[in-house]
């Protein structure tokens, strides 16, 4: 039976995970590992993960995860994200964005591709009395595998261009290297590449219609610009990702752990329902779960988001987390 480690994880998580978890359950057959991790766990157990939970998640098909939270300024906290994304090579993060009629701001149909382990990621800081540095890492095998990633993606996912996202013009070597390194990979692939400066692509992003297909770019990039689309969108509530290295890959909604709306049964669940839906495709493609299974969730959603009579308040509605989970389950 298909084995798939769960991370509730702190705020508002084990509520959107708890939907993900019946979805699964009630779908394919599959067994769910618990795993605790996490903000809420490390002050019950001064632990950042139980013991042994890497091994665990280690001997599952794959991952799927709820926020967790790093405190701000909490030097002895370890981020349970970057041990997850080292621990197991996760070095694309797969962020699909797509409007809904009478949702959404304007017209989008993007695929931000994340580079995910390096950049300012590395937490590499110093600082004195005067100063504080960040270091920004930039590998040239890390942003061509990512560049190889993403036109592997747009290939397979029948998309015709791939746009690089950089500030070449002042991060003249980090961003140099990132995108000499994708107009090389660019060569072995038939597909439009081209490139945008940051700034420009969060401006094109909320001004113009489908003004992109699949962007590629280097960790910080992707987070800012992440939840840019997502506000296109409509809501950080209606999107998944996917996190996904060589040989495994985690699957959790984009948002954080929505400290404010935590515990009162109202944070959207579509956003984690999109990323347990991004799990099937990926087990579909190694042969573990059916085909087409991940895109029926997908139906499901496009059609109560099309009526909006079951909506959550981030949307404008009054259904609770449970309500719109039920409707898309008995809709898929
Ligand atoms: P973090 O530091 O963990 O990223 P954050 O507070 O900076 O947390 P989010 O947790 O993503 O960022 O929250 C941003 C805003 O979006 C908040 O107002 C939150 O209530 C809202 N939000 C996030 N997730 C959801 C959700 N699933 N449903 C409804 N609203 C959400």
């Known amino acids: 039976m298909l084995k798939v480690a769960v991370i509730e994880g702190d705020g508002v998580g084990p ?4 939907a993900a978890e019946s979805l ?4 394919i057959d599959v067994e769910l590992v618990k795993v605790a991790a996490g903000k809420s766990y490390f002050m019950r157990s001064g632990r950042p993960i139980e013991e042994g939970g890497l091994d665990r998640i280690r001997e599952c098909d794959a991952l799927l995860k709820g926020p967790v939270a790093t405190p701000k300024r909490d030097p002895s906290y370890p981020s349970v994200n970057s041990l997850i994304r080292r621990s197991f090579g996760l070095f694309a993060n797969v962020r699909p964005f797509k409007s809904y009629e009478g949702i959404s701001l304007r017209k989008i149909d993007t695929v931000i591709i994340r580079e995910n382990l390096e950049c300012l990621y590395y937490g590499w800081e110093v600082d004195d009395e005067e100063r504080a540095i960040a270091m920004r890492v930039i590998t040239r ?8 990633f993403a036109f592997r993606f747009a290939k397979r996912e029948g998309r015709r261009r791939v746009t690089a996202v950089h500030k070449s013009n002042i991060l003249r070597k980090t961003d140099g ?4 390194s994708f107009y090389k990979t660019a060569t072995r692939f038939d597909l439009m590449a081209d490139d ?3 700034d420009a692509a969060g401006y094109k992003i909320v001004k113009l219609d489908n003004a992109f297909d699949v962007m590629v770019m280097p960790n910080l990039y992707g987070d800012i610009l992440s939840d840019v689309a997502a506000g296109v969108v409509g809501s950080i509530g209606l999107c998944g990702s996917a996190q996904i290295g060589e040989e495994f890959a985690a699957f959790e909604p984009i948002h ?9 049964g109202i944070a959207n669940p579509i956003g984690t329902l999109i990323a347990a839906s991004m799990m099937l495709d990926w087990l579909a493609e190694r042969g573990k779960v059916g085909e087409g299974k991940g895109g029926r969730i997908r139906e499901a959603i496009d059609s ?6 079951c909506l959550t308040s981030d949307l404008g509605g009054s259904c609770g987390t449970e309500e719109v989970t039920e409707e898309v389950l008995r809709r898929i």
């Open 15 to 18: 509520e959107v995970v708890r």
């Open 24 to 27: 699964l359950e009630r779908y």
């Open 141 to 148: 095998r890390g942003a061509e595998r990512i560049s190889d």
């Open 177 to 180: 290297l990132f995108l000499d």
């Open 196 to 198: 945008e400066i940051v």
């Open 256 to 264: 954080g752990t929505a400290e404010d709306i935590a515990g009162k």
């Open 304 to 309: 109560l988001l099309r009526e909006g009579t």
